[in-house]
């Protein structure tokens, strides 16, 4: 079981009145799919959740999420802004990256769709639209990808002596 991390309390998205933190700590979960680590929703915004879950062993990150307009500003497109964070986490971490997001009409928020996944080096390899339902599937020769992580050396010269900060509120 994993419980959301981080709940949002915005416009639009007003959850912490019905919810509380999450208290399993991030999760990975060993699939015939290689080990799948899962972030919801507001979890994918935080770099922490997902170099956390690729420290305990991750393969490939899973975000599904209902993201859209914000209800204050119904102009304003994140979809780019939200793309760009999952990608990161794909280069920042050489991880696979799929993200599902909803589509559709709430009261005056408009889901925007285009769940996506991304490879390790951040090219996006599937996506669908804003107004289509669907499945996006991708392979990964994982073996290649733990080698491409290796190769990078983000891992190995990590400096958790420095992220101290980190830790406080």
């Not at 959301?4 to 309390?9: F, L, Q």
């Not at 007003?14 to 972030?39: A, L, M, P, Q």
């Not at 770099?47 to 204050?72: D, F, H, K, Q």
């Not at 990608?87 to 599902?100: E, Y």
Request: glycine fraction near 10%; include cysteine.
């Amino acid at each position: 079981i994993y419980r959301k991390s981080h709940i949002p309390d915005g416009p639009g998205y007003e959850e912490k009145f019905y919810f509380r933190n999450g208290d399993t700590g991030f999760r990975v979960w060993d699939t015939t799919f290689g080990k799948i680590g899962v972030g919801i929703c507001w979890d994918q915004w935080f770099p922490e959740c997902a170099r956390a879950m690729v420290l305990m062993g991750a393969e490939i990150l899973l975000y599904p999420t209902a993201i859209g307009s914000e209800p204050e500003e119904p102009n304003l497109n994140t979809k780019d802004p939200w793309q760009r964070a999952m990608i990161g986490h794909a280069v920042s971490n050489v991880i696979p990256v799929a993200a599902a997001n909803r589509i559709g009409l709430e009261g005056n928020q408009t889901f925007y769709g285009h769940s996506f996944i991304a490879n390790h080096r951040g090219d996006k390899v599937a996506e669908l639209n804003d107004n289509e339902e669907g499945v996006v599937l991708a392979e990964f020769d994982l073996a290649q990808v733990k080698l491409n992580r290796a190769s990078f050396g983000f891992f190995r010269d990590r400096r958790p002596d420095l992220y101290q900060v980190l830790l406080s509120p």
